[in-house]
């Protein structure tokens, strides 16, 4: 069924077909064809249109950013929907992804220098939605969270449910916590970025990095995909603690190519510590999660769990220079 939904829609000639993963109601295929090698992902029902994610990557490709470009189909749109199944096709780019927390020094400056050209290149770019803005960031959805669960926890208990508890327990903390924070986001920099950009999302070959997957792209807080390209990637994260001088350093290297004032880089570690507490998994689905998300979840405890301890000195000592 995948050769035939890429041969009539795509008019390529497909001679094998791999499935590479399926999660969260997505599929994505290896497809190999006589004009080349595709990556065909079919779309859970509430995926977002793919037309502006197909436009970005034109245009960042036209900036002169590596990327992976999707197709159009023989009607010159992006998106395909076929007897109810959704699907894009997109240009498989050779190379290898790295793991969480293991990328060398070149990756680190290269990431960097990708983000900050990519920001700088979206400032003409139209029409993307506004995330984390000042309703996300209202403390008071943070309390209600943390009460919604107290709720959770004490169902959890009388189940007997002793591997989930922990988990209830410090997120609970963790929404404790951000609930005091007051985030001024007119103050921060909102601007055009991936949205998540992390170590998962580039493929390396050759020294060179193309970054995938730009459905996510959105203005936000600029600092928050500086932070976490940052953190998902650095040797020095892994046991969750950020290394200070190593974001500094990032800091600098990205701000070369888009600039990001005092408020942002203070506020980053308190805007990070947020949006990765009020986004994070439920506690009751670690139990279930697949094998390739594990290693984020546990790096997301342990970075969360560093965050509830440091984010004050973390901020002091970003705003130190």
């Keep these: 069924m995948i050769a035939k939904l890429a041969e009539d829609n795509y008019g390529i000639k497909v001679s094998s ?38 436009r970005i990557t034109e245009h960042l490709s036209r900036k002169g950013l590596r990327v ?80 919604r669960w107290i709720s959770e926890l004490e169902r959890a208990k009388r189940k007997g449910d002793a591997v989930s508890v922990p988990y209830w327990e410090e997120q609970i903390c963790w929404l404790e916590k951000i609930s005091g924070f007051e985030i001024d986001t007119g103050k921060l920099t909102y601007a055009a970025s991936h949205g998540d950009f992390h170590i998962g999302q580039a493929i390396v070959k050759d020294g060179d990095i193309t970054v995938v997957d730009w459905s996510s792209a959105c203005r936000l807080p600029v600092c928050l995909d500086v932070a976490t390209s940052f953190v998902f990637a650095s040797p020095a994260c892994a046991g969750g603690e950020i290394d200070p001088e190593g974001l500094k350093k990032y800091i600098r290297r990205f701000t070369g190519h888009f600039p990001l004032n005092d408020c942002d880089i203070k506020a980053m570690p308190y805007v990070l510590f947020f949006w990765r507490t009020m986004c994070n998994y439920r506690p009751d689905e670690y139990g279930s999660l697949p094998d390739s998300y594990r290693p984020t979840a546990e790096f997301l405890r342990r970075l969360l769990a560093w965050l509830f301890v440091h984010v004050d000195g973390l901020s002091e000592s970003l705003s130190s220079g």
């Design 17 to 54: 077909v791999e499935l590479l993963d399926r999660h969260f109601g997505t599929e994505i295929y290896r497809v190999t064809a006589r004009e080349g090698r595709f990556i065909l992902k079919t779309l859970p029902s509430y995926a977002k249109d793919c037309e502006t994610e197909g």
């Design 68 to 147: 992976a470009s999707l197709c159009k189909n023989r009607w010159g749109t992006y998106t395909t929907e076929v007897s109810g199944v959704r699907f894009t096709l997109q240009q498989l780019i050779e190379g290898i992804t790295l793991s969480v927390n293991s990328a060398p020094e070149w990756f680190l400056e290269r990431s960097a220098d990708y983000l900050g050209r990519t920001v700088s290149a979206l400032k003409d770019f139209p029409g993307l939605p506004v995330r984390f803005g000042s309703d996300f960031f209202d403390p008071a959805h943070a309390r209600e969270k943390r009460d």
